[in-house]
Structures are given as C-alpha cells and as structure tokens.
C-alpha cells in the first residue's frame, strides 16, 4: 500500500511531500517505510517493523490522519486494500 501526501507550497518555495509505503517483508512480519522532504531537496526516510498486519495498518492510517491534520493532501493511493 502506498500513500504519496503533498502540502501547498508558499510562494517561492517547492512543496514539501510525505510517501508513505506499507509492505510485507520476506519473513511475514510488515515494515512502514516513511519518505519526507521538500521536492527538489533533502529526504529523509524512516522504517518501522511489525509483527502483525494490524498494528501495522494501524499505524499506517496514524501516521496518514496526522499528515492530513497538518495540512497535506492525497495526491496518490495505490495498493490492493484502500485504506479507511
């Protein structure tokens, strides 16, 4: 599953993006990738692993309600599941 976030820029400025990607690793447990950054500039990435697919749906939805909270948008969504 994966979430690309963008926020309005100011004048002048390139707009700032959060990616957020949700995917199983090898050995079943769930891994939360978190890419930020301004486009054009630095990003930096984050990773969570989980155990269980829940927790990690959870924290996925978290993690894309705060982003929507400080003013970014659902440019793209993709993956089997829509998220709720």
Do not use: C, N
């Amino acid at each position: 599953m994966r979430l690309l976030l963008q926020q309005k820029p100011d004048a002048g400025e390139h707009p700032k993006y959060v990616q957020l990607i949700l995917q199983q690793d090898l050995l079943g447990g769930w891994s939360l990738v978190r890419e930020t950054g301004q486009i054009g500039g630095k990003v930096q990435l984050k990773r969570e692993q989980f155990l269980e697919q829940d927790a990690a749906l959870a924290a996925f939805e978290k993690a894309r309600d705060a982003q929507v909270r400080r003013g970014f948008v659902v440019m793209f969504a993709q993956g089997v599941d829509a998220p709720r």
